[in-house]
């Protein structure tokens, strides 16, 4: 009889563990010091969804960028200003594969087809504020995205919205606790795009404090009590959901940032933590200078139950990935997405020589950067 009962155990056990998903063997590689514990877990099972789903997509053939300018052709040319034509073309046949939906892979997925410079789509209104938005992030946060970049694909592998992004979730069926408030957290159930918390009992919307508001991230105060110092263990929490978010959609462990002997020093830290550091501001600033704007633009159905529109987080773009796509760059082959060309002017005629024959000025050719910024001006 205890033979029968330990076998059922042992058989119970054997079926919760092979439901976990984390069944031998598992790849380690050291990232730190021995003894440190800096050390990156993978699952090769699990891997291969993670590289499956991080394949670049389809690259058009490179444009010739001589020729007149998109501008200067087609009507109501704005962010693409800069492009000859064959690059503008290049670029609008780029976006409907990886944007537009599989039964409708065309151009009218954005544009009205009787008019093609009628703003009357919202999804016309949306590209033009994405483009922009991709430019900046190509041109101005190199400190995060480095020389990988991105493109529409790198969020919207090949539909009309990223699979993930997030909404404010309004906490409906879970904040009526039977004692008190569950104050946002303590709740296994994730939806509207916040599902990286990896199902924990920690706060389930760190986005919004920190990813469209700018809440301290920290775990310890750095003023003494009383006065001033509002750390404690309920932020402490919402750090580590936020922390959270990012290991997971990152497929990292805590220890690809931190150095585990001392978590909050730099100096101690990998150099990804910064990476990261600069990787939530880019979240914060692209939610609030281009996602928020686009609030009375966006139709109802593609807003969240409080009314706003789908923001970004580090799994928009990584999607299991430590890198997107694991650090190949699609990128690279779109220059016409990296930033604003500069406009190159002919250089001026030979100055004239003077009666002694002494050069009366030197003149080089002038490389004069558009006067106009990425952040002003209308889209496409």
Not at 75 to 94: A, C, H, K, P, W
Not at 221 to 243: C, F, H, V
Request: hydrophobic residues 35%; proline residues 7%; glycine residues 8%.
């Amino acid at each position: 009889m205890k033979m029968h009962i330990r076998l059922m155990a042992a058989l119970i056990a054997f079926g919760v563990l092979a439901g976990c998903g984390e069944r031998p063997p598992i790849e380690t590689e050291q990232l730190g010091y021995r003894g440190t514990g800096m050390e990156q877990n993978r699952n090769p099972r699990l891997l291969q969804k993670v590289v499956a789903a991080n394949q670049i997509g389809n690259i058009q053939p490179p444009a010739d960028s001589s020729g007149p300018l998109a501008k200067d052709i087609y009507q109501n040319v704005q962010v693409l200003s800069d492009l000859s034509i064959g690059e503008f073309t290049r670029v609008m046949l780029s976006m409907t594969e990886w944007v537009a939906p599989a039964e409708e892979k065309n151009c009218t997925y954005c544009h009205n087809a009787e008019n093609y410079a009628d703003e009357g789509k919202y999804t016309y209104q949306v590209a033009r504020s994405m483009l922009k938005m991709t430019r900046e992030i190509n041109s101005e946060w190199k400190e995060h995205v480095k020389d990988t970049g991105v493109t529409c694909h790198t969020c919207h592998r090949g539909g009309p919205v990223p699979s993930y992004v997030w909404f404010t979730d309004p906490g409906a069926g879970r904040e009526n606790a039977f004692v008190g408030t569950r104050a946002g957290q303590n709740s296994a159930v994730t939806g509207l795009g916040i599902t990286t918390i990896g199902h924990s009992s920690l706060p389930y919307d760190p986005y919004s404090a920190y990813l469209l508001g700018d809440s301290p991230i920290r775990v310890q105060g750095d003023t003494a009590l009383p006065t001033g110092n509002r750390s404690s263990i309920k932020q402490a929490e919402w750090t580590y959901s936020l922390m959270v978010h990012m290991s997971n959609s990152l497929g990292v462990n805590c220890t690809y940032c931190h150095n585990t002997r001392a978590w909050s020093d730099w100096e101690q830290s990998r150099p990804q933590r910064t990476v990261a550091w600069y990787g939530i501001r880019m979240a914060r600033s692209l939610n609030n200078s281009y996602m928020v704007p686009l609030t009375e633009v966006f139709p109802a159905h593609r807003k969240g139950p409080l009314g706003d529109v789908a923001k970004v987080n580090c799994e928009t773009c990584h999607q299991g990935a430590y890198k997107p796509y694991f650090g190949q760059s699609m990128a690279k082959a779109y220059p016409e997405l990296q930033g604003t060309k500069p406009v190159v002017t002919e250089p001026a005629m030979a100055p004239a020589e003077s009666t002694d024959g002494a050069t009366a000025a030197s003149t080089k050719p002038v490389v004069a950067a558009l006067t106009q910024p990425l952040s002003s001006g209308g889209g496409r």
